[in-house]
Protein backbone atom coordinates (compact mmCIF):
# COMPACT_ATOMS: atom_id res chain seq x y z
CA UNK A 1 0.00 0.00 0.00
CA UNK A 2 1.02 3.54 0.99
CA UNK A 3 4.77 3.58 1.28
CA UNK A 4 5.95 4.42 4.99
CA UNK A 5 8.19 7.47 5.74
CA UNK A 6 11.49 6.83 7.27
CA UNK A 7 13.61 9.77 9.14
CA UNK A 8 16.00 10.24 11.74
CA UNK A 9 19.03 8.89 10.43
CA UNK A 10 22.26 10.47 10.05
CA UNK A 11 26.11 10.47 10.95
CA UNK A 12 27.17 9.58 14.32
CA UNK A 13 30.40 8.39 16.30
CA UNK A 14 29.96 5.15 17.54
CA UNK A 15 28.42 5.14 20.97
CA UNK A 16 26.39 7.35 19.77
CA UNK A 17 22.54 7.57 19.25
CA UNK A 18 19.62 8.11 17.16
CA UNK A 19 15.85 8.04 17.00
CA UNK A 20 14.44 6.60 14.26
CA UNK A 21 10.71 7.35 12.91
CA UNK A 22 9.12 5.43 10.76
CA UNK A 23 5.30 7.05 9.20
CA UNK A 24 2.39 5.41 8.35
CA UNK A 25 -0.59 6.59 6.48
CA UNK A 26 -3.38 6.59 9.27
CA UNK A 27 -5.56 4.63 6.21
CA UNK A 28 -3.71 1.48 7.38
CA UNK A 29 -5.64 -0.55 10.18
CA UNK A 30 -5.43 -3.82 11.06
CA UNK A 31 -1.57 -3.95 10.89
CA UNK A 32 -0.73 -6.69 13.67
CA UNK A 33 3.10 -6.44 13.69
CA UNK A 34 5.77 -3.73 12.66
CA UNK A 35 9.48 -4.40 11.87
CA UNK A 36 12.23 -2.34 11.08
CA UNK A 37 14.90 -3.86 8.66
CA UNK A 38 18.31 -2.52 7.09
CA UNK A 39 20.28 -2.96 4.50
CA UNK A 40 24.42 -2.51 4.94
CA UNK A 41 26.77 -1.39 1.68
CA UNK A 42 26.92 -4.69 -0.61
CA UNK A 43 24.14 -6.60 1.33
CA UNK A 44 20.67 -7.68 1.34
CA UNK A 45 18.09 -6.02 3.48
CA UNK A 46 17.66 -7.97 7.19
CA UNK A 47 15.79 -7.94 9.79
CA UNK A 48 16.60 -5.75 12.88
CA UNK A 49 13.76 -5.42 15.09
CA UNK A 50 9.95 -6.17 15.68
CA UNK A 51 7.20 -5.44 17.52
CA UNK A 52 3.42 -6.88 17.42
CA UNK A 53 -0.04 -5.45 18.33
CA UNK A 54 0.26 -7.06 21.65
CA UNK A 55 3.62 -4.92 22.47
CA UNK A 56 6.20 -8.27 21.99
CA UNK A 57 9.37 -7.47 20.73
CA UNK A 58 12.05 -9.13 19.19
CA UNK A 59 15.79 -7.95 18.30
CA UNK A 60 18.46 -9.07 15.98
CA UNK A 61 21.10 -10.64 18.31
CA UNK A 62 23.65 -7.94 17.57
CA UNK A 63 21.65 -5.28 18.70
CA UNK A 64 19.80 -7.01 22.01
CA UNK A 65 20.25 -4.25 24.57
CA UNK A 66 21.21 -1.60 22.35
CA UNK A 67 18.11 -1.17 20.29
CA UNK A 68 14.40 -0.32 21.11
CA UNK A 69 11.29 -0.98 19.07
CA UNK A 70 8.42 1.07 20.08
CA UNK A 71 5.15 2.10 18.23
CA UNK A 72 2.41 4.65 19.20
CA UNK A 73 -1.12 3.18 19.86
CA UNK A 74 -2.58 2.87 16.34
CA UNK A 75 0.46 1.91 14.68
CA UNK A 76 0.92 4.84 12.51
CA UNK A 77 4.38 5.54 14.24
CA UNK A 78 6.83 3.15 15.00
CA UNK A 79 10.48 4.00 16.22
CA UNK A 80 13.76 2.42 16.84
CA UNK A 81 15.87 3.75 19.78
CA UNK A 82 19.40 2.67 18.78
CA UNK A 83 21.75 3.40 21.37
CA UNK A 84 25.61 2.52 21.50
CA UNK A 85 25.98 2.13 17.58
CA UNK A 86 28.47 0.67 15.78
CA UNK A 87 30.05 0.98 12.41
CA UNK A 88 28.50 -2.05 11.65
CA UNK A 89 24.73 -0.62 12.04
CA UNK A 90 25.82 1.64 9.55
CA UNK A 91 23.23 0.87 6.49
CA UNK A 92 19.95 2.20 5.24
CA UNK A 93 17.07 2.01 7.49
CA UNK A 94 13.10 0.64 6.49
CA UNK A 95 10.63 -0.35 8.31
CA UNK A 96 7.52 -2.15 7.44
CA UNK A 97 3.79 -3.59 8.77
CA UNK A 98 1.79 -6.63 8.77
CA UNK A 99 -1.92 -7.15 8.37
CA UNK A 100 -2.76 -10.64 9.50
CA UNK A 101 -0.27 -13.00 7.89
CA UNK A 102 1.22 -10.44 4.79
CA UNK A 103 4.06 -8.40 5.24
CA UNK A 104 3.41 -4.81 2.81
CA UNK A 105 5.58 -4.60 -0.07
CA UNK A 106 5.58 -1.17 0.04
CA UNK A 107 9.00 0.20 0.92
CA UNK A 108 9.89 3.33 1.66
CA UNK A 109 13.16 5.43 0.56
CA UNK A 110 14.90 4.41 3.98
CA UNK A 111 16.76 6.93 5.77
CA UNK A 112 20.43 6.32 6.04
CA UNK A 113 22.32 5.66 9.51
CA UNK A 114 25.87 5.98 9.30
CA UNK A 115 28.42 5.29 12.41
CA UNK A 116 32.08 6.20 11.76
CA UNK A 117 34.59 4.48 14.20
Known amino acids: QVQPVESGGGLVQAGGSLRLSCVFS????????WGWYRQGPGKEREWVAG???????NYQDSVKGRFTISRDKAGNTVWLQMNNLKPEDTAVYYC???????????WGQGTQVTVSS
Open 26 to 33: KSIYSANA
Open 96 to 106: NARRGSVWSNS
Open 51 to 57: ITSGGTT
